[in-house]
Every structure is written in C-alpha cells, then in structure tokens.
C-alpha cells in the first residue's frame, strides 16, 4: 500500500517518453501522413452512418446482441459514449485513424522489424487501406477502434507473460471480442506469421516443438476468450429474452459439417467480394504471398541446420500459409457476407508478407 501511494506517475511517463522517443516520433510521423492520406473524408464531413443508425434506432442494444454478438459494444454505447457525444464531426476520423495507425505501429515491431522504413511500409500496409478507408466513409462505431487497439494491447500483455499480464490481457481480449469479432481473425494472422518468424531461427526439433506449442496455446486461448464472449453474450439474450437474428442466426444454421466443408472448398477457389479496388488487392496478396513464400524457402535452404528440420519447418510454413485464407475468411466460412471495411484481417496478412520478405 505504501509504495502505491508513492508511485511518482509523472516520472514513470518521463522515463517512458524518453527510453522510446525514437519510436514515438517515426509514430507520430507514420501519423501525420495517414492523417493527409484519409484528409478529405477526415475534414469534409459527411454522414455518420453507424452513429445515426445507433442514436435514432430505437432497438440498436437488442440489434447488436442479436445479430452480431456485440454485447460489449452494445453497453459502451448505452453508459459511456451516448447522446450526442460521437456525433462530432473529427472525432470518430482522428481516433480511428490514430488507433489503427498505432496498431499498425506496434504489429510491425510485434513482427520485428527494426529498420525505420520497413516499420513505415509494415504500419502503412496496415493503416493505409480500402478495408480502413470504407471504414471512415461508413463513419464505424469509435468502440470499435477503441477496442480493438485494446485488445492489441492485451494480447501484447499476455505474450509479456506473468499471472497480472495475463489476467488483464485476456480481459481485455474478451472484451474486444464483445465489441468487433474481427480481432479473432487479427490476432490468428499475426500468431502465424511471429510462428514463421520464429521457426526461422529454430535450430532443433525441440526448438520446433516449443515454437508450435506456445502457437497454439495462444490459438486455444483466444478460442476460449471467444467462447467467454459469446457465453456472456447468450447472458444478456436470456435476461432480456431475446433471440438471435440475422448473421448470429444465419451463422448457427450453417454450422453443420457438410455446409462448413463446402465453404471452405469456396474459400480456395474464390477470391474475397471485395467492393473497392478488388483487382488491385488481389494482386497485391498473390504477389507478396508468393514473394514471401519464396523467400522462406531460400533462407530455410541457406540455413546451417539438419536437413530433416528444414523439411520439418518448411512442411510447418507450408500449412501456415494454407489455413490463412480460412482466418481471413471466417465469416464466409459461417456463411454471413461481411462488408470491405470488415475485410480489415486482410492488411495483416500482406503486412505479414512484407516481414517474412523483408526477414529473408
């Protein structure tokens, strides 16, 4: 209790402000040109299509936890973000923009790079995309960033290790699950790629064998966390006897093995309905999946190691490269066509490319 109560906070933010003002200045600059990219939708407003829809839809609470599984969303906008406090006209583009901005930031150092212009290009892969420019021309719920970028933060919390890091980290996982099921399909892509980055370093099997473990004990933790969240989420329809509807529904009818099967065969031969710039983004995934599938196989050749782990860790490469299209597909899967903007796991998954190229 003591040191609680002499805990300097002001010298701590000092100290931390000063062991990473390099980073905080490349950020800020990484900022600033995402702010010029995303300027015209940022400062000539338009419609706020989700806040309209939440503040004058008199069901919008029932409508997230029946439809989307949102249930965290739904009380951040009913106790702390309400009446017309997001309805400004910057707010929702600067908090979004610094948000994924700040997400992209911290990805590229999760996927090690070190250089200042590969965390440029790394973050800009990220941040500066259709699937985040539909977004702030639909104007997304502010909850949303705010969650995901804390979720991120757990995660990290939870890679750091410790019983206080962990408990926390996966709090806040659970609850940025309740707000935006697409940080399930986030952090899937990036456990692949840090797996891939770490088996380039493997030495020996055992090194393998504790790479993969610790994969997927992040994977059966983030399985829980979803199964937490939608646990809770059938808590708030059995207290208000409500029943799932639409893509909540539509999700549940389809989850029988024939109708599952047949939409991951769908998966591998069709390309992601993107409405803007699908040519465009379907170049650029085949060519950097390509680039960095390539590149992982002439390091793992030129690699010091027994031939039987580099068969082992390319096979491991291998499978990792082929059940991404399922994460970055996991609504398709259920059945449920998302929008663009929903497509936002894609940005990982070719920012991830860029560092398994770069790593080579």
């Not at 065969?265 to 040519?279: D, E, L, W």
């Not at 170049?283 to 680039?291: H, M, P, Q, R, T």
């Amino acid at each position: 209790m003591v040191k609680l109560f002499e805990y300097d906070i002001e010298k701590r933010v000092t100290k931390m402000v000063e062991k990473n003002s390099q980073n905080i200045q490349l950020f800020l600059i990484i900022f600033m040109v995402n702010l010029l990219i995303f300027g015209q939708k940022l400062f000539f407003y338009t419609v706020i299509s989700d806040d309209y829809m939440r503040f004058y839809g008199d069901h919008n609470t029932k409508l997230l936890v029946t439809n989307s599984a949102r249930w965290a969303q739904a009380l951040l906008n009913k106790y702390l973000f309400i009446g017309n406090l997001q309805i400004l006209p910057y707010l929702h583009g600067i908090v979004g923009i610094f948000s994924i901005t700040l997400m992209g930031y911290l990805t590229a150092k999760y996927f090690e790079r070190k250089k200042k212009y590969e965390i440029v290009i790394a973050t800009l892969l990220i941040s500066a995309t259709p699937m985040f420019a539909h977004n702030l021309l639909f104007s997304t719920n502010i909850t949303t960033w705010l969650s995901l970028l804390l979720g991120l933060i757990g995660f990290f919390m939870i890679e750091k290790g410790g019983k206080v890091n962990g408990m926390i980290g996966f709090v806040l996982m659970v609850f940025s699950i309740g707000n935006y099921q697409t940080f399930i399909q986030i952090i899937s892509v990036m456990i692949f790629i840090k797996t891939i980055l770490k088996l380039f370093r493997a030495e020996t099997k055992q090194d393998i064998k504790k790479i993969i473990i610790h994969a997927i004990f992040l994977l059966l933790l983030l399985v829980f966390a979803y199964i937490l969240s939608f646990l809770i989420n059938d808590i708030f329809l059995y207290y208000h006897h409500w029943h799932k509807e639409h893509r909540l529904a539509i999700a549940i009818h389809n989850s029988n093995l024939t109708t599952l099967f047949e939409n991951i065969v769908n998966t591998y031969s069709t390309f992601i309905n993107f409405n803007y710039f699908k040519i465009q983004l379907d170049v650029l995934y085949g060519f950097s999946a390509i680039l960095a599938l390539l590149g992982s196989l002439f390091f793992i050749l030129n690699r010091s190691i027994v031939k039987s782990s580099k068969i082992i860790i390319f096979v491991l490469i291998l499978f990792l490269f082929f059940v991404t299209p399922l994460v970055v597909n996991l609504p398709q899967i259920l059945g449920v066509n998302i929008p663009t903007r929903a497509h936002i796991a894609v940005s990982w998954v070719i920012s991830g490319f860029f560092a398994l190229q770069m790593q080579t």
